[in-house]
């Protein structure tokens, strides 16, 4: 019972209230019956017990009722209030509407939270002053990494990425799947010649060693002339490794059409040369035989020439870098890896917070999506340059009711990729990640409708933030998106809202003060959660 709520333990108590008074009319009734009573008055009686049992429970309801009103619901809010202000950051004063009959207790805790404010500003403002000078520091060193001209990326044992500069991004650039933190290294790059090289450092045993290697792209589109080298035993991650990139793919051709080349020049020679083996001892013949080999030379050399000339033609003018800039997060150099995702620590996972617009709300009467946004959580942060967001030709009219909300009209999606395209790469974009959204089940089933299509499924474990507020505040909240916004102190463009990117972004703010807030109760592993949240399923459908 420790574990159930407050309201339920005060409707048990009420239930067992009603219950003892009930079984302390019967037991009076009974001892009555057995001393003999006279009849008509043993019957009389009965008929006032069952009135007064009526009685009973009717003011056992009622008064329970009014504690469940007054006193659990009030005291859920407040519970759920001063955890927003004690674990997600919430700064706005306790709105006390409905908290009238918890008397002083209201105003002892509004005291409490303004002094947690005022004391938690003041060490903001010692903490901003130090750390100003750390990130001016780290700011100029990601200049100087983001003007390096090789891409650079750096690895986990399990080649993860670590970090990735703008020119690795150009490099592995995926019309499918962007450069993301967190993602496997072998999504953009074929693995063998990587994984030889990084066993023959791990073999050598010591950070100086570095391997040479050629690697490619998939679908062969890019060939990569790569160094590799261990970052070191002092690491959290001795396995771990950077790689820098340079664009051979050009280079390659070159020596490939030379290759080519020369081999044509020895087949077109050979015959030559044969007749002037054959014609050694004819003088006249001889000479009209080396005539012919001197053109074909003269013809192979001119050849040679305008290949070389070619292949040295004026550098194109360099235009400006658009480029420029690191993303990274070392933590994830120590990030623990459990075998099974109940037991992972809930910052130990990766999520992508994604939203859907609309042709309406029937997706099985053909409804679809018109536009899908989704950012990405890593090491419990969002990484701001890994977004997902698009318009998509929903193959229907989008009816100017649904415009009116989401602003998507028909003129915009016109040249739009179509869903099962936009769904591939979303799909690619997601996976080995938790998926989170508000009223998830909605947004899923226009995913999973289209998973024949897709020849893939939409698997991933998921998260709602509806439940997640279910279990922080308590069912007796209203868990609109707005509503939970407003409740932790967070603000929504007019703008933004009802948009895909807008409502993904205020959900992913969302979620990771929610999750702060479960961590505060002791609910850090991602089978806590579930369980948690499965108590309140009856709100929603659980998808997991």
């Given amino acids: 019972m420790a574990r159930w709520s407050l309201r339920a333990r005060l409707f048990l108590f009420f239930v067992a209230l009603g219950m003892g008074s009930l079984a302390a009319l019967a037991a009076g009734l009974w001892f009555a019956l057995h001393r003999g009573a006279d009849p008509e008055a043993v019957s009389t009686a009965v008929r006032v017990a069952v009135v007064a049992g009526f009685l009973i429970l009717a003011l056992t309801a009622g008064i329970g009722y009014l504690f469940d009103v007054n006193l659990a619901k009030a005291l859920e809010r407040l519970a759920g209030a001063i955890r927003a202000r004690a674990n997600a950051g919430v700064a706005q004063e306790i709105d006390t509407t409905g908290l009238t009959y918890l008397g002083s207790i209201t105003d002892a805790v509004s005291e409490a939270a303004i002094r947690l404010t005022q004391t938690r500003s003041a060490m903001a403002e010692t903490v901003a002053r130090e750390t100003a000078r750390l990130?001016?520091?780290?700011?100029?060193?990601?200049?100087?990494?983001?003007?390096?001209?090789?891409?650079?990326?750096?690895?986990?044992?399990?080649?993860?990425?670590?970090?990735?500069?703008?020119?690795?991004?150009?490099?592995?650039?995926?019309?499918?799947?962007?450069?993301?933190?967190?993602?496997?290294?072998?999504?953009?790059?074929?693995?063998?010649?990587?994984?030889?090289?990084?066993?023959?450092?791990?073999?050598?045993?010591?950070?100086?060693?570095?391997?040479?290697?050629?690697?490619?792209?998939?679908?062969?589109?890019?060939?990569?002339?790569?160094?590799?080298?261990?970052?070191?035993?002092?690491?959290?991650?001795?396995?771990?490794?950077?790689?820098?990139?340079?664009?051979?793919?050009?280079?390659?051709?070159?020596?490939?059409?030379?290759?080519?080349?020369?081999?044509?020049?020895?087949?077109?020679?050979?015959?030559?040369?044969?007749?002037?083996?054959?014609?050694?001892?004819?003088?006249?013949?001889?000479?009209?035989?080396?005539?012919?080999?001197?053109?074909?030379?003269?013809?192979?050399?001119?050849?040679?020439?305008?290949?070389?000339?070619?292949?040295?033609?004026?550098?194109?003018?360099?235009?400006?870098?658009?480029?420029?800039?690191?993303?990274?997060?070392?933590?994830?150099?120590?990030?623990?890896?459990?075998?099974?995702?109940?037991?992972?620590?809930?910052?130990?996972?990766?999520?992508?917070?994604?939203?859907?617009?609309?042709?309406?709300?029937?997706?099985?009467?053909?409804?679809?999506?018109?536009?899908?946004?989704?950012?990405?959580?890593?090491?419990?942060?969002?990484?701001?340059?890994?977004?997902?967001?698009?318009?998509?030709?929903?193959?229907?009219?989008?009816?100017?009711?649904?415009?009116?909300?989401?602003?998507?009209?028909?003129?915009?999606?016109?040249?739009?990729?179509?869903?099962?395209?936009?769904?591939?790469?979303?799909?690619?974009?997601?996976?080995?990640?938790?998926?989170?959204?508000?009223?998830?089940?909605?947004?899923?089933?226009?995913?999973?409708?289209?998973?024949?299509?897709?020849?893939?499924?939409f698997d991933n474990p998921i998260l709602d933030t509806v439940l997640l507020s279910a279990a922080v505040f308590g069912q007796a909240e209203t868990h609109t998106l707005d509503a939970l916004a407003e409740r932790l102190g967070l603000s929504i463009a007019g703008s933004d809202r009802h948009t895909a990117i807008g409502d993904a972004m205020a959900t992913a703010e969302v979620f990771l003060k929610l999750k702060d807030m479960l961590a505060a109760r002791g609910i850090r592993r991602f089978g806590e959660v579930l369980r948690e949240t499965r108590k309140h399923r009856r709100l929603l459908k659980d998808l997991n």
């Fill in 135 to 457: 990130s001016a520091e780290r700011s100029q060193l990601e200049r100087l990494l983001s003007d390096v001209p090789p891409g650079v990326l750096l690895c986990t044992g399990r080649h993860h990425l670590v970090f990735y500069n703008g020119a690795a991004q150009q490099l592995l650039d995926n019309p499918v799947l962007p450069l993301c933190l967190d993602k496997n290294l072998f999504d953009y790059l074929n693995d063998g010649p990587v994984r030889h090289a990084h066993q023959r450092l791990l073999e050598a045993g010591t950070a100086a060693a570095a391997v040479e290697l050629v690697c490619t792209t998939h679908g062969h589109t890019r060939r990569l002339a790569a160094r590799m080298r261990l970052v070191g035993e002092d690491t959290a991650d001795p396995a771990a490794y950077v790689m820098t990139l340079r664009d051979v793919t050009a280079e390659l051709s070159a020596d490939a059409r030379r290759d080519a080349l020369l081999s044509e020049v020895f087949d077109d020679l050979r015959p030559a040369l044969d007749e002037l083996k054959r014609r050694t001892a004819d003088p006249e013949s001889r000479d009209r035989a080396l005539e012919a080999v001197q053109q074909r030379l003269a013809s192979l050399s001119a050849r040679f020439e305008a290949m070389r000339e070619g292949e040295m033609s004026p550098l194109p003018v360099m235009q400006p870098v658009s480029n420029r800039f690191v993303v990274y997060d070392f933590e994830l150099l120590s990030r623990l890896y459990a075998e099974k995702i109940g037991e992972a620590r809930l910052d130990d996972l990766t999520y992508v917070v994604f939203d859907t617009e609309t042709t309406g709300l029937l997706p099985d009467q053909g409804d679809e999506i018109v536009q899908i946004a989704a950012v990405r959580i890593v090491n419990g942060k969002r990484v701001k340059g890994e977004v997902f967001d698009t318009l998509v030709n929903p193959g229907r009219s989008i009816p100017a009711s649904s415009t009116a909300v989401h602003g998507v009209s028909n003129e915009m999606v016109e040249d739009a990729p179509s869903v099962v395209d936009v769904l591939e790469r979303f799909r690619a974009f997601a996976q080995g990640a938790v998926l989170v959204a508000h009223n998830a089940p909605f947004d899923m089933e226009f995913l999973r409708r289209r998973e024949r299509e897709l020849g893939g499924r």
